[in-house]
């Protein structure tokens, strides 16, 4: 099987599938990542856009991905590109990777870039032109998916479980191995944040430590 995780940022492909990702890798399963967004010199430091490119390199080695496609468009801009050229960018890739499951970002989440990559990559993924895809699931993001509105039809409610007891640590290396977007707990992304909701998500479904998705469509 060939997986595919859409990315908006680095780092979101570990804080959603790291462990998933570790787990399909060591069953011999093809992994790719995405990641969609490129920082900017104007909003971002030159030496922390490149951080953040060897970070992705670092963790593709730590998980077991086969390759990471870098799509470069611009970050906590990308309301800014026209709507036709991320659908095709996401289009062009499914295309070369020809993935049979996809996982993409939450379509609710926070952050605009997150809403807008989920929005692309459904049009990308329609059923007559992206044929290899049977399975897509949304993964979930800390600081992200839990602060979009309270109490609405549209909060994260998991359907699908992943059981990552012995991935967590893979999951939590890699992690660490973006030193750039890791910070102290309390906050939510660090270390600990990661994996107490990895063991929060284990123990809704009985396990010692779990990544829960949304799924969107399944074909069988």
Not at 82 to 93: C, E, S
Not at 166 to 173: I, N, P
């Amino acid at each position: 099987m060939i997986a595919l995780v859409i990315a908006p940022h680095p780092d979101d492909e570990v804080l959603g599938v790291g462990g998933t990702i570790a787990r399909l890798a060591s069953e011999g399963h093809e992994i790719h990542v995405a990641i969609v967004t490129k920082g900017e010199p104007e909003l971002f430091a030159e030496s922390l856009i490149e951080q953040g490119r060897d970070e992705a390199a670092r963790c593709r080695e730590l998980l077991g991905v086969k390759e990471t496609h870098f799509m470069d468009f611009p970050a906590a801009r990308l309301d800014a590109v026209q709507h036709h050229q991320l659908n095709l960018a996401i289009d062009r890739l499914v295309s070369t990777v020809c993935p049979q499951l996809v996982f993409l970002p939450f379509g609710h989440d926070m952050h605009k870039d997150h809403r807008l990559v989920f929005e692309s990559a459904l049009v990308a993924l329609r059923p007559m032109t992206a044929r290899s895809v049977v399975d897509i699931l949304c993964y979930e993001t800390l600081s992200e998916t839990n602060w979009n509105m309270p109490g609405g039809t549209d909060s994260f409610t998991p359907n699908v479980f992943v059981d990552i007891s012995e991935f967590l640590e893979s999951k939590l290396r890699a992690a660490r191995a973006y030193a750039s977007q890791m910070r102290a707990f309390p906050h939510e992304r660090s270390i600990e944040a990661i994996s107490y909701l990895a063991r929060l998500r284990g123990a809704n479904v009985g396990k010692n430590a779990a990544e829960a998705f949304v799924q969107v469509r399944r074909i069988i």
